[in-house]
């Protein structure tokens, strides 16, 4: 069974690139992010051609992010994250298929850091680490997949010294990025290829793709019991490379069947 994970940077703009990508690879499970278009502009009807049965969560312009089942119709468990009954952004989408639970994530960027969007980043993080430790006590496989917006370690950027005072690399990020996964989770790829340059994401500018200047911050946290059914992973770099792409790749991970 593979699990993609795919932050397509505008369902809309980019639904060619979605739709060749689901055709030339068929992963079983999808979470998508920053879908950038509200519930109502969300293009159901493509994706159900496509072979893929649906759930979103939309907001206009801005975040949003989805699931996708190609055997059955994933089940929204909740569709916000816990902790803040203000925040309104479409940001978490959990669900049970295929007999595992998963969440798509696209968690805030932060910047510009310090500041207020820092300050929201950094207490998200937080009602992540307290909502995925209700998760734990769980015996169903757990997969968190998504853009986390945070590189977590020097291995995981293309020069680093460049990224210091970044809100995607900021001490406090990777600080608190590590307590998460000291609950009990474990960082999939890094897992799997401990001493591997691994990339997800590439700059639009300053020809950063064609120069594998890129970062590794689309993720897919596991739980023990998912773990114990995780055989490899992978990045489908040349997703990248494509016309009127996302500066993201489609990231996906290879399981038992439950």
């Not at 310090?114 to 680490?129: A, E, H, M, N, V």
């Not at 997949?145 to 990777?174: C, H, M, Q």
């Not at 994401?201 to 773990?227: K, T």
Request: aromatic share 10%.
């Amino acid at each position: 069974m593979r699990i993609a994970t795919y932050n397509v940077n505008s369902i809309n703009a980019r639904l060619p690139v979605l739709l060749r990508w689901l055709n030339e690879t068929a992963p079983d499970i999808v979470c998508l992010q920053e879908l950038k278009a509200p519930d109502e502009k969300f293009p159901e009807d493509a994706i159900l051609n496509a072979g893929y049965q649906p759930i979103w969560k939309g907001q206009k312009s801005w975040n949003g992010v989805a699931i996708l089942s190609r055997h059955e119709k994933p089940q929204a468990i909740i569709s916000t994250l816990p902790g803040d009954p203000e925040d309104l952004h479409s940001r978490y989408l959990e669900a049970e298929t295929n007999g595992i639970i998963i969440g798509s994530i696209y968690l805030p960027n932060g910047n510009p850091a310090p500041g207020p969007k820092f300050d929201y980043k950094l207490s998200w993080i937080q009602r992540f680490i307290a909502h995925t430790k209700t998760l734990m006590n769980t015996a169903k496989p757990v997969i968190l997949a998504g853009d986390y917006n945070i590189i977590p370690g020097d291995e995981d950027v293309y020069k680093p010294e460049s990224w210091v005072g970044d809100a995607l690399f900021r001490t406090e990020v990777k600080e608190a990025f590590k307590q998460l996964i000291s609950t009990g989770w474990t960082d999939a790829l890094r897992h799997l290829y401990p001493h591997e340059t691994i990339y997800t994401y590439w700059d639009y500018f300053r020809n950063a793709f064609d120069r594998n200047a890129g970062l590794r911050i689309d993720h897919f946290l596991v739980n023990p019991a998912a773990l114990s059914l995780l055989k490899s992973g992978g990045v489908d770099v040349q997703v990248r490379g494509w016309e009127k792409t996302s500066d993201h790749a489609p990231v996906w991970i290879e399981m038992k069947k439950v």
